[in-house]
């Protein structure tokens, strides 16, 4: 199901966040959002899972207006793993992944075989199986994530948004779980920081600055030196994977400074002069 965000615009505390965003998520793809912290990011996604009513524009799921449809509809499209998405409540991992069938079950209607299956196979997905009978409190905070992401998969979303999804996860998870998105077949709108792990996932990525989108692409037509100078403020060369030919950047660090004990010891030099 294609997501389209439609000329949003996000104003908090009268200042602009987001300023007339367009941009479009074709149906099974996953298309990244990135820029510097305070771009907007995060308060585009907050549009498209209803958590946040835009001052202008609108999201669409399909052919269908999601300020239209009702709370309950809306969860039955779109799953969201937000950046605010823990819990105080210490349920067990399998009550967590269960919530994720809330949006299709009427009052205290209890779980199907069905999705009982369901909820297994995304803990299995996201490896959190073995901790089913865990409270969510004693994990680690990529074990947490990882059952976020199992609640979302087992909403059986039309469209995933993920906000940082990839937070507290060691490399290993990072991995598969960005290999378990790009595969899902439904459509994914995602929020990362890191532009190597964006450029391996996503088919498509937008690049947001102080509001705006100032560009948008394959991973090789955004990912340019040109554009992390001026987006990001960053010098970096951006070279081909050697395996899969994805655009991988190479960050450039300024010169070693010389030891901070000697650089400390010039200042308390300086100082004493000046006194």
Not at 77 to 91: I, K, N, P
Not at 133 to 143: I, W
Request: with cysteine; aromatic share 2%; glycine share 10%.
């Amino acid at each position: 199901m294609d997501l389209r965000l439609d000329g949003l615009s996000v104003e908090l505390g009268g200042a602009p966040i987001v300023r007339a965003l367009t941009l479009d998520v074709p149906d099974g793809q996953v298309v990244g959002l990135v820029g510097p912290n305070g771009s907007g990011k995060s308060t585009a996604l907050r549009c498209v899972y209803r958590a946040l009513r835009p001052d202008a524009g609108r999201v669409w799921v399909g052919t269908e207006d999601l300020s239209s449809l009702s709370l309950r509809l809306s969860a039955q499209r779109v799953a969201a793993l937000t950046q605010e998405s823990g819990s105080d409540l210490d349920f067990t991992v399998e009550e967590v992944v269960a919530l994720g069938r809330a949006p299709h079950l009427r009052g205290n209607q209890a779980l199907s075989d069905r999705e009982r299956a369901l909820c297994h196979r995304a803990m299995e997905l996201l490896d959190v199986a073995h901790l089913a009978r865990r409270g969510v409190l004693e994990l680690s905070g990529g074990e947490r994530q990882r059952v976020l992401v199992a609640r979302a998969l087992a909403q059986e979303p039309r469209v995933l948004v993920l906000d940082e999804p990839t937070n507290h996860l060691d490399v290993r998870h990072q991995v598969e779980l960005l290999s378990l998105v790009r595969g899902a077949g439904i459509t994914v709108l995602v929020v990362l920081h890191d532009l190597n792990l964006a450029s391996a996932a996503c088919d498509r990525i937008g690049v947001l600055s102080e509001g705006a989108l100032v560009a948008a692409g394959t991973p090789g037509e955004v990912l340019t030196p040109a554009l992390l100078r001026e987006v990001f403020g960053i010098e970096a060369s951006v070279v081909p994977h050697p395996l899969t030919g994805d655009p991988q950047v190479l960050y450039r660090l300024p010169p070693r400074p010389g030891p901070l004990d000697s650089v400390m010891s010039r200042k308390a030099s300086h100082d004493d002069q000046r006194s």
